[in-house]
């Protein structure tokens, strides 16, 4: 059984900063890309970061400059680090780890670990 299991979520304070980490289990960790997703209460999920197995990245528009997504292929393990953080920024952030075969398309999530941010 594939395992994503993300952590480094909590309460943090605006302006403040996070790191949260998902490791996996069981995949060819290297050949996937490995995106963090987000969701609020009432709002659909939204992708926040994504990086491929080349190490490439991409970014929401409202975490640009703010977030980075790094991978770690030796740990199996993804990160994302979160600065600056503000009120909305607060939801559930999923890890996802995705790849493409000759035949089918493989996706994977993790269970989600909680961001708020608040004062």
């Known amino acids: 059984q594939v395992l994503v299991v993300e952590s480094g979520g909590g309460l943090v304070q605006p302006g403040g900063s996070l790191r949260l980490s998902c490791t996996t289990s069981?995949?060819?960790?290297?050949?996937?890309?490995m995106n963090w997703y987000r969701q609020a209460p009432g709002l659909q999920r939204e992708l926040v970061a994504g990086?491929?197995?080349?190490?490439?990245?991409n970014y929401a528009d409202s975490v640009k400059g703010r977030f980075t997504i790094s991978r770690d292929n030796a740990k199996n393990t993804v990160y994302l680090e979160m600065n600056s953080l503000k009120p909305e920024d607060s939801a559930v952030y999923f890890c996802n780890a995705n790849a493409v075969g000759a035949v089918n398309q493989y996706n994977y999530w993790g269970q989600g670990t909680q961001v708020t941010v608040s004062s």
């Open positions: 069981r995949i060819t960790f290297k050949i996937y890309a």
């Open positions: 990086i491929t197995n080349e190490g490439n990245t």
